[in-house]
């Protein structure tokens, strides 16, 4: 069987698909699983061995046989907890072929082979009967295919189908119901992740604004869902408008309908204020009653006490088509439509309540294009004034009337500034068809006819692609100014002039537990998928760095930044590969977790972006990072702690190494 990867290469700006063999085994899909967070996830895993023994109890009660079904098994942890509960039998369905074969050696080392059956097929595709997979339908049905936004792994579809064909009539369900719960709030930092703001240049004639087109304006933006760690965004960056209130409820034990539908709430406005954003969350009742409660409610909703940490589960940002005016005391209703994975919202005012024919299920779709090319984050740093501000700076430093500027990036407003800080009169509406020309046409393809016979004074760049993962795979800003070489003047001033990469040793407060080994959870041994993950890891690439935005991550600094290697964008790119070595030391007490990695473009001798560390805030080493990028974390496989060592200043050294013919950098480390 051969299976296709998706990977960016940098040095080409492009996606590119290879093709794996068998022994490939999905290590790259393992490594950077959810799995480890989910059996570290105590408040998850308690909570459903709670439901699961009340299940098989109510069950053995009417005097029936237990008979489970586990939907999506992954290790098998809740079909062991079933088997320890007293259930009769399980049968543990799992699609993803590697983990089904972990499933069976774990179940296996557990001593639960003679109760489970791994059954390796989507559930759709199970079949029952004496010569079926399973004899019988079950009388219990347990599942975990929950993500963020409850239905978005496709828990509903699975749902009615085991209802109709796997599960029998008034079965048990864990968990027993779930329910979706939202909060209106108008906030401009996530409202930023939406829509182009006016951007305002001070040009020395005066300061001119940069408006979206009314296209962008008024487009819905894109369904995908917005999932962020909500309990890192601090209060005074939103303003609630809103009770929380119960949006939906579905129960599992009872038939689950997918098809399209929709759910309308009447709020109360408690402030005035724009309504920008739903924000939602859900929670799971393991039992009946509800005492069993799981919810993902953020901090201002439960004491922060009750905060379980975990990343496979977060809370959703979504914003409405258009921001609405709510004054306080109003009446509005909230409408959640949903289709059988995701979900969106519409918010409309008390008066226009007798519409309710407008059912409107199509779920949004761009109509201006920019939420296509630009993703939540782009818009946020498109939006950052401070940051418009240096490439303002540094272009008023290199233009003069006559430059020929390039640019290269994704859907870059470098062309619109610098063509405004050069225009000699104002231009309104951004009437620019005629000042910017684009060209079709890849770096190393372009001739001196797209360039009219003129040579390029000024190459601009953020540098951003879209295809970038990692923070150096924007070098390919590098190998494109090396393939237009040619088109270049000999004076050519190149924006950035450097970037610089800089790294950090720091313990994370919670971050480290996504790759870190499990042991045992709940009683059961699940080393199997700790040396699978670890195999994985130590996989080719899958052991290098991998790219996460630290503003949602709260980790401490335990050496100060280094610079460790720089990149000069006047000159071309290199044959040879570019190393450093070096070594960090450890300056604060903590567990070193790993290496944080991140970027700065020297956009002039003496204006940088940064787009890493922003600050360390205290003498604890709290960081701040730069909240639309992210950088690159380098897990340690072995942890050192340094408050057991007491008498040496420890250090970490390191080995990084840039090799320009794939434009990665690997690196090496020794605590
Ligand atoms: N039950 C485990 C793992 C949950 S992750 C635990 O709680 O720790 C969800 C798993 O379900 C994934 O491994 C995914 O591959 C699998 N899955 C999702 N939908 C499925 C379906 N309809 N049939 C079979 N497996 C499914």
């Known amino acids: 069987m051969k299976t296709f990867c998706g990977r960016a290469n940098p040095t080409t700006g ?7 063999d068998e022994s490939y085994d999905y290590h790259q899909e393992i490594a950077r699983s959810r799995y480890a967070d989910m059996l570290h996830d105590k408040d998850r895993n308690v909570k459903y061995y709670q439901g699961i023994r009340a299940a098989v109890s109510r069950v053995k009660e009417r005097g029936e046989k237990a008979i489970v079904l586990d939907i999506g098994t992954g290790t098998g942890l809740l079909s062991m907890m079933a088997a320890s509960a007293g259930a009769d039998f399980c049968y543990a369905v799992e699609v993803f072929r590697p983990m089904a074969n972990a ?35 079950a009388n219990i049905l347990v599942t975990e295919l929950f993500d963020t936004e409850l239905i978005g792994e496709g828990a509903l579809p699975t749902y009615e189908h085991a209802h109709k064909h796997l599960v029998q009539e008034g079965c048990e369900a864990v968990p027993h119901r779930a329910t979706v719960y939202v909060q209106l709030v108008e906030s401009r930092r996530m409202w930023s992740w939406n829509k182009l703001f006016p951007v305002r240049v001070e040009a020395e004639d005066g300061e001119k604004i940069i408006v979206s087109p009314s296209e962008m304006e008024n487009c819905p933006g894109v369904p995908s869902v917005c999932d962020i760690q909500l309990n890192q965004m601090p209060s005074s960056d939103f303003t609630i408008l809103s009770d929380v209130v119960t949006m939906f409820s579905v129960d599992f034990s009872k038939p689950v309908r997918s098809a399209s539908t929709c759910y309308r709430v009447q709020l109360e406005a408690i402030k005035s204020g724009k309504a920008q954003i739903v924000l939602s969350w859900w929670d799971i009742d393991m039992d009946p009653s509800g005492k069993i ?43 959640a439509y949903r289709d059988e994975y995701s979900l969106w919202y519409k918010l409309q005012k008390a008066r226009e309540e007798e519409n309710k024919a407008d059912v409107r299920v199509e779920s949004p779709v761009c109509r201006c294009q920019a939420h296509l090319l630009w993703n939540r984050p782009r818009f946020g740093e498109l939006n950052d ?9 540094s272009l008023v430093k290199v233009l003069k009337t006559d430059s020929v500027c390039l640019c290269i990036s994704d859907g870059s407003l470098l062309p619109v500034l610098a063509h405004y800080l050069g225009a000699k009169q104002f231009l309104k509406a951004n009437h620019l068809e005629d000042k910017i020309k684009i060209l079709e046409a890849r770096p190393e393809s372009l001739t001196s006819s797209h360039l009219e016979d003129k040579k390029i004074s000024v190459l601009l760049g953020e540098p951003f692609f879209t295809t970038s993962l990692l923070p150096w795979h924007n070098l390919y800003f590098w190998y494109a100014r090396t393939a237009v070489t040619m088109h270049l003047a000999s004076d050519v001033t190149v924006l950035p002039q450097s970037a610089s990469l800089h790294m950090m040793i720091v313990e994370f407060q919670d971050l480290w537990r996504i790759r870190s080994p499990c042991g045992t959870c709940e009683g059961f041994d699940v080393r199997t998928m700790d040396d699978m993950i670890k195999n994985s890891l130590n996989f080719r690439e899958s052991k290098e760095a991998e790219p996460h935005p630290l503003w949602e991550y709260p980790c401490k600094s335990l050496s100060d930044p280094q610079e460790v290697l720089t990149f000069d964008f006047r000159r071309t790119v290199p044959q040879h590969c570019l190393s450093a070595e070096g070594s960090l030391n450890l300056l604060r007490k903590g567990k070193s977790h790993g290496a944080v990695l991140w970027m700065e473009y020297h956009l002039t001798a003496d204006i940088s972006v940064n787009t890493g560390l922003t600050q360390i805030s205290n003498d604890k080493g709290n960081c701040e990072w730069n909240p639309h990028c992210k950088q690159a974390v380098y897990f340690f496989s072995s942890v050192i702690d340094s408050e057991t060592q007491t008498d040496l200043p420890s250090a970490v050294t390191y080995t990084i190494n840039f090799d320009p013919k794939t434009g990665e950098i690997t690196m090496d480390f020794k605590l």
């Open 293 to 335: 409660n799981c919810t993902m409610a953020p901090y201002w909703v439960k004491p922060t006490s009750a905060l379980q940490w975990r990343d496979h589960w977060m809370q959703c940002v979504y914003f409405l088509p258009n921001e609405e005016a709510v004054s306080q005391g109003e009446n509005v209703y909230l409408t």
């Open 103 to 137: 499933a069976v050696k774990i179940v296996e080392k557990n001593g639960f082979s003679d109760k489970i059956k791994v059954i390796n097929k989507h559930s759709t595709e199970v079949t029952v009967g004496p010569d079926g997979d399973m004899q019988c339908r």
């Open 14 to 20: 492009a996606m590119e698909w290879l093709e794996e």
């Open 385 to 393: 004034q401070n940051r418009t501000c240096q490439y303002i700076k």
